[in-house]
């Protein structure tokens, strides 16, 4: 049982370059999340998907983009990258808030990115 | 907005003593509260949930959480904590569009 997978697990850029994470679940979700853990920060929302083909904003979009081109994969991207985006980013996938495992989110195991 | 309080960042208790994590809400409607925990390295679980119904909510690992409409609370409890319970717990508010909203997270030390 997979679950939800993120890649890369590390990665070290220098400012300006460009990344992508992705976030791929084989439990069918509709919903989607992208979220940034920072010490006493919490987790943030970055953008979320809601289904395929759907995309929106959260707390703390800017700086990133997203794609759910297909159901089963989350693209988290990173245009022109900042020493603040550095944290470790959480994918997670959900059926949403309906039905008896409703706002149950399961997350991969995170992707540390390190700005330069 | 839908926000989410956790007044305290650490908290120490000893390996046998009773626990309780405080969580404040700010939301319009009727919320949809959880608690999740993260071990360390990890992604996180969910621990508990309420929608409605009866405030006391029992979840797994044998903490409960009582939701407190008059004071925007849903405090996460133990009577008996284990060294095992060591890592750190977030509550979080279900936002409209079906988003989640977490808080900053405590995390919990326990003593031998």
């Known amino acids: 049982n997979a679950g939800v997978t993120q890649t890369p697990k590390f990665r070290v850029l220098k400012t300006g370059q460009s990344m992508t994470l992705l976030c791929a679940q084989d439990?069918?979700?509709?919903?989607m999340y992208w979220y940034r853990q920072d010490p006493g920060m919490g987790l943030r929302l970055i953008h979320y998907s809601v289904g395929e083909g759907t995309t929106a904003k959260g707390e703390v979009p800017d700086g990133y983009n997203v794609s759910r081109l297909k159901k089963q994969n989350f693209l988290l991207g990173l245009e022109s990258a900042a020493p603040s985006q550095t944290s470790v980013y959480f994918c997670?996938?959900?059926?949403?808030?309906?039905?008896?495992?409703?706002?149950?989110?399961?997350f991969g195991e995170g992707s540390r990115l390190t700005v330069l | 907005a839908q926000s989410v309080t956790q007044p305290d960042i650490h908290i120490t208790v000893s390996e046998g003593a009773s626990l309780e994590l405080r969580c404040n809400y700010s939301?319009?409607?009727?919320?949809?509260l959880f608690w999740y925990v993260q071990s360390p390295g990890q992604g996180l679980q969910l621990l508990l949930k309420?929608?409605?119904?009866?405030?006391l909510v029992q979840g797994i690992k044998g903490f409960e959480a009582e939701f407190k409409r008059s004071q925007s609370s849903f405090n996460l409890r133990k009577p008996s904590v284990h060294w095992s319970d060591a890592a750190e717990y977030f509550c979080?508010?279900?936002?409209?569009?079906?988003?989640?909203?977490f808080g900053q997270g405590t995390e919990l030390s326990v003593k031998p």
């Open positions: 997670a996938s959900s059926w949403g808030l309906a039905g008896v495992r409703a706002g149950e989110l399961f």
């Open positions: 309420y929608f409605s119904g009866d405030t």
């Open positions: 979080a508010v279900g936002a409209q569009g079906g988003k989640l909203i």
């Open positions: 439990m069918n979700h509709e919903y």
């Open positions: 939301y319009g409607a009727t919320p949809y």
